[in-house]
């Protein structure tokens, strides 16, 4: 029976939004169509092969002028027996306002059964597996192409930089290359030796991970997580330097580098940091450029003045300067105080509330705690007697040792107070204040004493920096700057008497004094004998006079600050100035 006009088309009778555009997926225009609504089905085998597209002509697919408008999917779909019809199961069914019925019938399958979907998506993801190996295989070829091409650009000024880094390195030319090769570019190269270019080539050999794909090559035994000796270019360089350091440097940058004038243009040196950038850096400025800077007898207009030798002086004290603080910095870093590691206790398992609960009430976790408190309370207690002892002072030392002198010890206890406040030592606190351990009580006063003691030191430091720049004429042996500049050195002191909360007793002040008299002395030797170069009995009556009443103002000073022994500093202070 006909569906009624204006009545909505039920589920069975209503095709989804779109389906008319539907087709099997992998199916070609010319393959076998699945039989449209009102065909017969083809028949079977034995009955032989009829092509489908016979039965379209016998449906009445006519055009649409020839069709009345009255035609419908409703009317055709009322010629489908009701047992034939596909139904649409219940959660594909679509909202009635949306549905509207087919106008047209078209070649192939109108519809298709859920499982046909899905047995279409499961091959279609499929196939796309072949496509990632073939986009892997691309990605080789390309990263060996490009790899290639780096290889092109390579010329005698290139060779030239090989063979010094092979010589260096101790490799031959041909890994120093393979290993260039691996970086990723070989712009760094460019840059050096164009016109107006880049005036460094830093090269870093150290040990690093396997390169992977981009390199272009394979590496023979290379496995997951493996580590090599790789050679790095400027940037690509690893943040921390833990190996040779090659750098090549150009004196002029007005002309471009090429093969033969390369030698002439382009200096280079090692900078070996394989046991630590300030071990590296000390020892070649100490060995190579020092050295070089003392036999220089070439200086240009400061060969030509008096002015000119204590330029020449000046900066000769600021790289030996830079040494010490070099060393001060080393030391610094040599002088902490590691705190025992413990490796029997899982440190890890003492984080929440339940697992220190554990923890404090078996009593052999507690033991094994309190045990290593103890280990962590004598080293600090150590380093708090070794602080307060008297040190060991040069009968020439200046005031700048005392800066260095507190600036390493607000490292070493600025260290171990990040150590007690990292989550090993807070873990164990926790379980002992838990377990109500008596070691507790004792460790808060040492905890308290390691506090009160960094900040002394850190704020003797911040004090001590004051004296820094008022005391370099002392130090460049610069008098005539220096007897100008004593009253900036006066304020400095009684500042520091003045506002230090912890450097302004007795005793320090008293040191202070003493350094600073024992660097005047010293700068006034040298003065006097122009940097221990000449004897005063070989210089001229005049010159030496002259020399010696340009530190006249220096006297009455040192003489006042080598009698000062415990006295009222600043009335002392006033008096010198």
Known sequence: MSAKEGDPPTPEEAAPPGSEDTALPGLDPGDEALPGPGEAPPPSDE????????????????????????????????????????????????????????STLRRGPSMLSQSSRRSSRYHRSM????NLQETLKERQARFRDARESRKMKIDPSYKYIFEILAEKLGLDVVSVEELILDCPSLEPFAHFLMKDG???????????????????????????????????????????????????????????INAKNIHEEVLFTVLDASTG?????????????LPAILATNNWGALNHSKQGESEKHIFTETINRYLSFLDGARVSIEGTVKLKKVDNIDFSKLHTFEEVTA???????????????????????????????????????????????????????????????????????????????????????????????????????????????VCQPLYNYDLVSMAHGIQNLINAIRMIHSVSRYYNTSERMTSLFIKVTNQMVTACKAYITDGGT????????PIVLKKIQTFHH????????????????EKTLYRVA
């Open 127 to 130: 196939s796309g597996i072949p």
């Open 359 to 469: 923890a404090a009430s078996n009593s052999e976790t507690v033991r094994q705690l309190e045990e290593v408190l103890m280990t962590w309370y004598k080293q600090i207690e150590q380093v708090l007697i070794e602080s307060k002892q008297m040190r060991k002072k040069a009968d020439d030392s200046g005031p700048l040792t005392e800066l260095e002198h507190w600036k390493r010890m607000s490292a070493k206890f600025n260290y171990i107070i990040e150590q007690i406040k990292g989550p090993t030592c807070k873990a164990v606190i926790n379980v002992l204040n838990v377990a109500h351990s008596k070691l507790l009580k004792n460790w808060r006063d040492l905890d308290a004493r390691i506090t009160d003691t960094a900040n002394e030191s850190k704020d003797n430091v911040r004090y001590l920096y004051t004296l820094e720049k």
């Open 277 to 289: 950038i300030l071990s590296g850096i000390r020892n070649m400025l100490s060995s190579i450029f």
């Open 198 to 256: 880049c005036k460094t080539l830093k090269f870093l050999y150290q040990e690093g991970d396997v390169p992977g794909l981009e390199c272009g090559r394979t590496i023979a035994g290379a496995t997951k997580g493996a580590k090599m000796m790789r050679l790095y270019i400027d940037n690509a360089a690893p943040e921390k330097l833990k190996g040779l350091c090659i750098f090549f440097v150009r004196c002029h940058s007005d002309t471009a």
């Open 554 to 569: 220096l006297t009455h000073f040192c003489l006042l600050c080598s009698s000062t022994k415990h006295v009222n500093f």
């Open 47 to 102: 009955e032989g092969q009829r092509p489908a597209t016979e039965a379209a002509p016998a449906l009445g697919a006519a055009s649409a002028s020839e069709r009345g408008p009255a035609s419908s999917g409703n009317d055709l779909l009322n010629l489908i027996p009701s047992d034939e019809r596909i139904v649409i199961p219940e959660d594909d069914e679509q909202d009635e306002h949306r549905i509207r019925p087919r």
């Open 534 to 541: 000449v004897h005063v009995w070989d210089q001229e009556t």
